[in-house]
């Protein structure tokens, strides 16, 4: 309700852009694991002189998903000098990076069973001082370098894991340690822990289950898919705090995967609701690879404090409609029954083609269960990145319409009553709008633009900018 006394509605608010920013980290600054020039007891320093490359050594830490980085910084080198950083395990399997500097070349290496493959190299010059780093993202695994410690970083080369090793499995990813070497050469410090992102997309407001923003200590709590080395199957899930004063200085909070199908994986692109009469969180995420083995809603909930922390969280398909494919899903308790929208892929090829649903739980059903179609918008081709979102208006589904270059605004029967005054931006942005004070006058769009991070080596895939827009309330 604005001071005027008169409800605020999706079709009131006017957004201009404020910021646009893109957090790019290769250790997510909040869950490193180890680091050299923290003198603790249990990890050796730093030998001098390094011994061969093939000689390296294992800290004491793994990972529980396979989204990782080790990073080398690299002080001094001489003509035959060689750098390794990477994964292995006690007995000699391993995932590395190599940089040897006598043949000027980056290379990545799969050793299983004492047989050692060259899955990529590349020629490369790289002149101290300089920062080396393998990354794990999935099967994918990068050789990305900083030159003279002040440049960003930029990807070299990518290799695949399979068919030698898939790190993805659990019972595989347990027995390997961050890994790091060299030979002739001075690294000035090492550091290793989880993956953190090279570009931040589908930001989506974590809530309570009626709409309601759910906030730790005065800051909102988004949820966004980390893009990793490559396409969706190299993100992953991450929860992020933002001060709505200060929001370039937002922080990653929480990392999360997903175990289904004897993989973990790092599904994205959802949404969290806390839901206090089960004090519980209740979680739609999509996973999988398009075209195959196709992508879908997934669903899952749980008592643990996700928003903080690294977690593993198994999940299941959502028993919901779907033609070919499904991603994008929100949530939220409308009205005491449970409702999820998504969007529906029912054409592959030529192009891809899909559609906004809305499916609704059973009455005093739980939110999975019982989901029948209440509402569709077969006309549009093009229309995903769905946001439920409570107005003092009522309840609308907001949406990305590619085709249109437009936010589309739905009632709850998905008829299209208006379109959000907001920039469109490339690539599907969601239209995550956030209230910031009780009369519902100023208004945050947090949302994403489609800008890759080095396409030319890793693809299409790692969007994106993390884009502020600001609001108000006000007709004309």
């Not at 004491?60 to 980085?69: R, S």
């Not at 990076?97 to 000027?104: G, I, R, T």
């Not at 705090?241 to 995967?257: G, N």
């Not at 009553?417 to 006058?441: E, M, N, S, W």
Request: net charge negative; proline share 7%.
């Amino acid at each position: 309700m604005s001071s005027t006394g008169t409800a605020v509605g999706p079709l009131d608010l006017r957004f201009t852009v404020a910021q646009q920013f893109r957090p790019v980290d290769m250790i997510a600054p909040r869950f490193g694991q180890f680091d050299s020039a923290a003198e603790t007891a249990d990890e050796p320093p730093l030998p001098s002189p390094l011994p061969p490359v093939h000689e390296c050594f294992r800290t004491g830490q793994g990972l529980v998903a396979p989204f990782g980085a080790v990073v080398c910084e690299v002080a001094e080198q001489q003509a035959d000098s060689a750098v390794s950083a990477g994964w292995s395990t006690a007995d000699g399997d391993a995932l590395m990076v190599h940089y040897d500097a006598f043949q000027h070349e980056v290379s990545i290496t799969v050793t299983t069973e004492g047989v050692t493959e060259v899955v990529a190299r590349t020629p490369v010059t790289l002149r101290t001082p300089y920062r080396l780093a393998a990354t794990l993202t999935g099967t994918r695994i990068t050789a990305v370098a900083a030159d003279d410690g002040t440049q960003g970083w930029r990807p070299l080369v990518i290799g695949d894991s399979l068919p030698f090793v898939d790190p993805r499995r659990p019972e595989t990813l347990r027995d390997y340690r961050h890994t790091y070497g060299g030979r002739s050469a001075r690294l000035s410090r090492v550091r290793a822990g989880y993956f953190g992102q090279v570009g931040l997309r589908d930001g989506h407001l974590v809530t309570y289950a009626d709409g309601r923003p759910y906030r730790r200590d005065g800051r909102l709590l988004f949820t966004f898919g980390a893009a990793g080395m490559g396409f969706s199957q190299e993100a992953h899930w991450s929860v992020w705090a933002l001060d709505p004063d200060a929001p370039e200085r937002m922080e990653q909070v929480a990392k999360l995967f997903f175990t289904h199908d004897g993989l973990v994986t790092g599904d994205n692109a959802g949404q969290i609701v806390y839901d206090e009469d089960r004090d519980r969180f209740v979680i739609v995420v999509c996973g999988g690879n398009l075209p195959e083995p196709g992508v879908y809603v997934r669903h899952a909930q749980t008592s643990a404090d996700i928003l903080s922390g690294v977690h593993v969280i198994a999940n299941e398909r959502l028993a919901a409609p779907v033609d070919l494919s499904s991603w994008e899903p929100a949530i939220g308790l409308v009205d005491g029954r449970w409702h999820i929208a998504y969007a529906n892929v029912v054409q592959l090829s030529p192009e891809l083609e899909f559609h906004p649903v809305l499916v609704a739980a059973a009455e005093d059903g739980d939110y999975h269960e019982g989901l029948t179609v209440r509402a569709t918008d077969p006309d549009v081709r093009r229309t995903e990145g769905c946001v439920l979102h409570r107005f003092a208006t009522g309840w609308h589904l907001l949406a990305t319409d590619d085709a249109q270059r437009e936010y589309r605004v739905y009632d709850l029967a998905l008829r299209q009553v208006g379109t959000l005054a907001a920039p469109f931006l490339p690539g599907g942005p969601h239209p995550q709008v956030v209230p910031l004070d009780d009369d519902d006058r100023d208004w945050l769009l947090v949302t994403f633009a489609n800008v890759q991070f080095h396409e030319d080596v890793l693809g299409y895939g790692t969007e994106g900018d993390v884009v502020i827009m600001r609001g108000h309330a006000g007709r004309g």
